[in-house]
């Protein structure tokens, strides 16, 4: 049972700069691989970075690089994605999703082949 509350969400005009939250909480191991995603209005959900542990292996979308930046505090269960210079496109709801089990790597879960637990989402409106 594995519990993940992402905050954080809001309106920002475009060129700011927005941090999200993710709480994990219940059967969770500060070792497993987390990562976010995102789902704009009609299109598919998809990868925006995810991290591993303890190997601290980071991967980004193509789309988000050099603007987003993703981390962990597993003293707090909490993951963040920090998400500056932001553009129109980046609009959407973004999900925390932790990785299905102990052996699945921030690379795996680009795909969404290897998640586990997701949580509700968080509402990104980045304004022009």
């Known amino acids: 049972q594995v519990q993940l509350v992402e905050s954080g969400g809001g309106t920002v005009q475009a060129g700011g700069s927005l941090r999200l939250s993710c709480k994990a909480s219940?059967?969770?191991?500060?070792?497993?691989?987390m990562g976010w995603f995102r789902q704009a209005p009609g299109k598919d959900r998809e990868f925006v970075s995810s991290i591993s542990w303890p190997s601290a292996d980071i991967y980004y979308a193509d789309s988000v690089k050099g603007r987003f930046t993703i981390s962990r505090n597993n003293g707090l269960n909490t993951l963040y994605l920090q998400m500056n210079s932001l553009k129109p496109e980046d609009t959407a709801v973004y999900y925390c999703?932790?990785?299905?089990?102990?052996?699945?790597?921030?690379?795996?879960?680009?795909?969404?082949?290897?998640?586990?637990?997701w949580g509700q989402g968080t509402q990104v409106t980045v304004s022009s």
């Open positions: 999703a932790q990785g299905r089990t102990l052996l699945s790597t921030a690379q795996s879960m680009a795909a969404e082949q290897d998640v586990g637990s």
């Open positions: 219940g059967h969770t191991f500060s070792s497993m691989a």
